[in-house]
């Protein structure tokens, strides 16, 4: 079975790999083709991918492409996992917000916005040609904003295309281990959108276990997202949030952090990428070695600005583990492919799941996946606070992808507008009109 990787070059494909090669992967792949239009990137990956083949005991033969056609060909998967404009294009999202005063984020607020910008048209090619060359094939969309590079591939390729991120399942598998159960054990009640949901509901045998957890200053510490924004928000919520709901709950205190940081999450990552890619193609008998020093850093300083000083070098342990996206990709591969029943979060069309949100909408929702598909499930009413948030989100969403696909900028000046990290009209222009001129990305979609 061929499996091809878009952003083939990307950090984090030795993750996938080692996935796919292992002895109990939830599928098998026999052909790991790895596609990016950076062809030095693809090298660097290929001698780490080389050096890990010898210490796994299932690993896929792996070829490269730098032309999408022949990479799609005979796929039965497809992951996508593009960055358009690189690490430069990330940098800009976040400073040109956090110049005019709002938040700097790469995949929440303007900056998510903007990155949408100038990859919904990659997305949108990249679904038309698999939609023609790869009919059969399933798309697992990692791109960032996971939601709306989900919802615009819909286009071309319907229910064969589901967005996955590793988020909810990393807080599912916290609140979990906090209770004392088991994963086969919890049912659960998970609603959002990518970056934005709350675990509303985990319950064991038929009795919530959600009050109890909240009451219960020890467990409810053993949870990231509580410990992020304060054990009593998160019982005042009457759920556990999603860790990305960070910025919009204390938007004034992580726009401060991060404005004040010797660096933003993008210059950090350029500088440390730029840093392991060059020396591993100066040495690439040792590229391996610093791609395991690398990671090691890159995952301990995650979402770094939203914990105290002292704290932002070193997650917790517990944090860390957990499988990762790579983990995600493979059950859901394994349930489509075997017929491997399993309960997943994903992002779906919202086809009446939120009445209140519009069908076509792309949900990050709970789903029963086995070879038939992917079934959303139903959840509970969404009311109040939650659900004006989802409703005033997606709306921002929704006008960006129209705006992106009419090429109309008065569109993309309402999206910006919309966001309610954005607060001011003139605000929203400013950043229009400073991405459209920073970001040749941006300034294309429109052209």
């Not at 919904?120 to 939609?131: D, F, G, S, T, Y």
């Not at 064969?160 to 054990?185: E, F």
């Not at 990762?324 to 591969?333: C, P, R, S, T």
């Not at 990050?364 to 992917?374: I, K, L």
């Amino acid at each position: 079975m061929k499996l091809t990787l878009i952003g083939g070059g990307g950090f984090r494909v030795p993750q996938i790999f080692e996935a796919l090669a292992a002895e109990d992967a939830a599928a098998r792949v026999t052909e790991l083709c790895l596609y990016d239009t950076a062809p030095e990137r693809l090298e660097v990956m290929r001698a780490v991918l080389a050096q890990l083949a010898g210490s796994t005991p299932r690993p896929p033969r792996i070829t490269v492409e730098t032309d999408l056609d022949a990479a799609l060909r005979g796929a039965a998967f497809i992951f996508s996992a593009m960055r358009v404009g690189g690490a430069a294009g990330r940098i800009t999202d976040e400073r040109v917000a956090l110049d005019l005063g709002v938040l700097g984020q790469e995949t929440v607020g303007p900056g998510g916005l903007a990155y949408a910008l100038r990859t919904l048209p990659a997305a949108r090619r990249l679904a038309e040609r698999a939609a023609v060359l790869a009919p059969d094939a399933w798309v697992i969309n990692f791109t960032n904003p996971a939601g709306m590079v989900t919802e615009a591939m819909r286009a071309s390729l319907g229910d064969r295309v589901i967005g996955i991120c590793d988020t909810p399942i990393g807080l599912m598998r916290r609140a979990v281990h906090a209770v004392g159960s088991t994963p086969d054990a919890v049912d659960f009640d998970y609603v959002g959108l990518n970056h934005l949901g709350w675990l509303r509901r985990i319950s064991v045998a038929g009795e919530d276990l959600l009050p109890a957890l909240l009451a219960n200053d020890a467990a409810l510490g053993q949870m990231e997202e509580a410990r992020l924004m304060g054990l009593d928000w998160v019982r005042a919520l009457g759920a556990v949030p999603n860790e990305y709901l960070y910025y919009y709950y204390f938007q004034r205190e992580a726009t401060e952090r991060i404005r004040t940081s010797a660096e933003t999450r993008g210059e950090f990552l350029e500088r440390q990428q730029t840093g392991f890619y060059r020396q591993a193609h100066l040495h690439p008998d040792s590229a391996l070695e610093l791609w395991e020093l690398t990671k090691h850093e890159r995952e301990a300083s995650y979402m770094a600005e939203s914990r105290p000083e002292e704290e932002r070098n070193g997650r917790q342990e517990s944090d860390v583990d957990g499988g990762g996206y790579q983990g995600v990709a493979l059950d859901l591969m394994g349930g489509l492919t075997n017929g491997r029943a399993a309960t997943m979060i994903l992002n779906v069309a919202n086809r009446g799941t939120v009445a209140e949100l519009p069908d076509d909408a792309v949900i990050e929702v709970v789903c029963d996946v086995d070879a038939a598909g992917v079934a959303a499930r139903k959840v509970a009413p969404v009311r109040g606070d939650m659900l004006g948030l989802l409703q005033q989100v997606k709306a921002a969403e929704q006008l960006t992808l129209s705006a992106s696909l009419h090429r109309d900028p008065v569109l993309a000046w309402r999206a910006l507008a919309a966001h309610p990290l954005v607060d001011s009209v003139t605000v929203a222009r400013k950043l229009l009109d400073t991405y459209r001129q920073a970001i040749p990305g941006v300034a294309a979609a429109f052209d």
